[in-house]
């Protein structure tokens, strides 16, 4: 079964949970994707203030993006990194939040048959955090255009984010499902999943809730099987690390390559003000190279 073209229930989704459900792991997650939403907002201001940028998208990318945003409803304000500049500040103030939500509402341990209707639209809200983080990371990067940027490409990178944004015919639909359901403050989607605090997860209260969730609730579909963190039941936090692993390291030596593309060109001009830019330039992706590397670093050593 190709699991790209299928939308998982609430029937499904339930299915994927471990017996038990604690409340250690769900922090621990919530714990992974708080810096990493940072640092890709800090990302987005960066991008955001550089003069002269827009000359150096990625036009059919961009287009394609904000067709997104249109067909769902998202006002954009027409420019990609203020986009998700705004949208990840809005990420970033309900993780700050969320902590007290979990504390309050999981106990330490929990059978899956003991959860709420309220608990399970929770779960589903910090799990939906990873694969957001996954898409609005991987727009920043595609969002520029190696080529147009005179940056030989980092083909199995560039080959990552092609197919990332093409062979899943869903992802747009699911990235501006979360993108409507972030944008709100916390509190106010809490009021609105309140109302499932009386049903249960059986299978008729799982009809009962399928039947009550509305659009403005976290919709029944929105994440592939596949990129369901709990999916993997006991091991699933080594394979969730495993992949974020993956990707640091492609993303690292992204930057390697921008780095040494621009120390080429300083060798090859006597313009004291263009290898005033560069240097810059230079400086600025070696502090984004030496924060990867300390996140990779830190990987390690678990």
Known sequence: MNIFSKNITLFDYVDTLSLIIKREDIIKM???????????????????????INDYL?????????????????????EIYTDLRIILESVVANISKIYSTIKQEFPKKLAKG???????????????????LTF??????????????????????????????SKDP????????LWKLYAQPLDKYLKSIERFKKIGVSSHDIKTLQHNITGKDLVSGFIPVALNPFWYIGSWWTEF??????????????YQLIIETIKEKTRSTPDQTLLAKYYKQIEYYTEKLNN??????DYEEV
């Open 170 to 177: 869903y992802i747009y639909k699911r990235a501006m499902d």
């Open 241 to 254: 690390v495993e992949m974020r692993y993956r990707k640091m390291k492609l993303e690292r030596n992204r």
């Open 114 to 132: 003991e959860m709420d209707g309220f608990q399970l639209q929770l779960l589903r809200y910090v799990d939906g955090l990873e694969f957001f």
């Open 30 to 52: 919530v714990d992974d994707v708080a810096a990493l939403f940072e640092s890709k907002l800090d990302h987005a201001r960066d991008f955001e203030k550089t003069k002269g």
């Open 58 to 78: 990625n036009d059919d990318f961009v287009k394609k993006f904000h067709q997104a945003m249109f067909k769902a409803g998202i006002k954009s304000t027409g």
């Open 292 to 297: 990867i590397n300390a996140k990779i670093e």
């Open 136 to 165: 609005t990371a991987n727009a920043e990067n595609y969002a520029l255009d190696g080529k147009k940027i005179s940056i030989e490409e980092n083909k199995s990178y560039d080959t990552y984010l092609k197919d990332y944004f």
